[in-house]
């Protein structure tokens, strides 16, 4: 049977406010819709964006409805003695599912070129890993099973990146226009701190536009990052 019906789970395509704006939409606030649990929708293994139009259940699993074309990737990154010394490694960790934890990576960041070891370098690892590991859904699909849903197969229009960083989330939304503009120059006429990695973030981005697809950024508390979180302090340990 297929469920494209707007009473289910649907397609949704990429979101209509365009690319590197912020999540949510001005469309879930005004329904009310703010909180992680609001906004979150599990289903068959991964995370996906609530439709904003939707004030019912799914009748069939009694779920808030979700856009079966998005996922929703937590990321975050550590640096221990982050503006020390001490800071000598830092670690990145990406979360997509707490139903096969084989999908959630985490690893060391290898720093090149006498860059330092810092919290800020380590959170724009995880959102370019983080967007790097949705590729292959944003490219094939397969971020859930779409046997009941009828049409070509269901890739990902809109990738939310969920950050506890604001420093990524505003910096990528907001200040990295005006950097451009300024020829990556911020408003003090200096260069643009860790301007390497901003354009690293910028060029995944344009990737998953290649692809018809929407990047939104999501700044949470740190206490709903914890998944990620968890995860790039395990590589630091380990």
Known sequence: MAHDDRTWHHRAGP??????????????EQ???????????????FLHVRCPNANHECPECTRNIGHIDSLIVAVDGACRGNGTAAAQTSACGVFLSRRDDTLNRYWRVNEQYGNPHTNQRA?????IGGIDIAMDYVREGGQIYCDNH??????????????????VVNGITDYVKKWQVNGWRNAR?????????WRFLLDRVNEV?????????WHVKRADNQDADYLANFALDN
């Open 15 to 28: 979101p209509i406010y365009g690319d590197l704006d912020k999540f949510p939409s001005s469309i879930h």
């Open 209 to 217: 536009n290649n692809w018809d697809a929407v990047v939104s950024f």
């Open 31 to 45: 329904k009310g819709f703010i909180s992680v649990a609001d906004l979150e929708v599990e289903l068959e293994t």
């Open 189 to 197: 006429g200096e260069p643009v701190v860790n301007q390497d990695l």
């Open 150 to 167: 009828s049409g070509p197969p269901c890739t990902v229009k809109h990738l939310v990146i969920k950050s506890d960083s604001a420093y």
């Open 123 to 127: 959170e724009l690892h995880a959102a």
